[in-house]
């Protein structure tokens, strides 16, 4: 078909975002039984046994409409962060969040600033809104705040920070928002994405809740994607001054976290023993990929996160689909601006072994 619809350029030119390669689909194109994914921060542990039980009893009751204020997972997650219930906004994932926020905040010719490389999503959703990307090279694999203070104009309206950065796993500190911040104009709005907050284990990380609770424009998104193991079903949320919060929900969809889901990341929020086990796994998940990396005289980032960006010395392309064939997906810095690097998922420790051997015959195929 020649669609004679019109399209707006900006949406035209958009390029989708590529996510991890699912397991089901390397077994069928390569006919493999045995497939492990170490590619998109998932749990290896899967989600809280408790959030499983209430997925179980919420399935049968799925013919009723969410509340769409998700007043029960509201004041689990109130209670989980310290923060008054209005300063919540429940989303669809924290994607959905960062989409809520494109919407409310960025127009046509504004601009918005973020780091290069860092999640893919941020540039999707400003450009969604006709919005100008601009893109602040890391510095050190790390957000260089410096620059992107300088960077901001009179049309800036809206910055980005993953903190910790995907996909390098690096942390701007305290010390360094509070310098940041002070340089922001107050009719700029500062997005802190904490996707990965719960594994974070170093005393520097900043405490943003302060000035969002001060009535800064700052939004804080986490989400239950990571370590609470609840990808599948789509839950995040942002921590935001309620005036703020209150634009996000002009507009948020009426019903966008579904029943079992909210229902199911209130238990989440409630089993905290999951979330020490799942961060202790990971803490020894990134060691033995630093000591392996060290043996194989790979340069890799120290990361906050559960996953490793790692120097593999020739094209990560290469070597992404050379693991593939030995069942192993990661992801290839290719497509973000890091050619010979790939980023790689702690799984279970059998998982990390099987990386790491794969990985291992892999640079000595050469490829
Ligand atoms: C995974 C991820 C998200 C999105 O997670 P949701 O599943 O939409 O909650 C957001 N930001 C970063 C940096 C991520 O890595």
Redesign the pocket.
Known sequence: MKLSVPVAEHISRLKPYVPGKPIAEVKRELGLSDVIKLA??ENPLGPSLKAVEVLKETAGHVEIYPEGSAPALRTAVAKLVNVPEEYLVF????????HMLALAFLQPGDQSVQADP??A?YAIYATQSNAEVIKVPLKDFTHDLEAMADAITPKTRVVFV?N???PTGTLVTAEDVDRFLARVPSDVLVVF?E??DEYVDDERKPDLRKYVLDGRPIVI??????AYGL?GL???YAIAHPEIAALLERVRSPFNVNLPAQAAAAAAAGDQEHIKRTVALNAEGRQTFYKAFDRLGLKYVRSH?NFVLVDVERDSRAVFEALQKHGVIIRAGAGLGLPNHIRVTTGLPSQNQRFIEALESVLKEGS
């Open positions: 998109s921060n989303g669809n994932g924290s994607d959905e969040i960062l860092s999640f999503m993953a910790p950065n995907n994405d996707a990965y998104t986490r989400t239950f994607s990571k990808a789509r839950v995040g996160g």
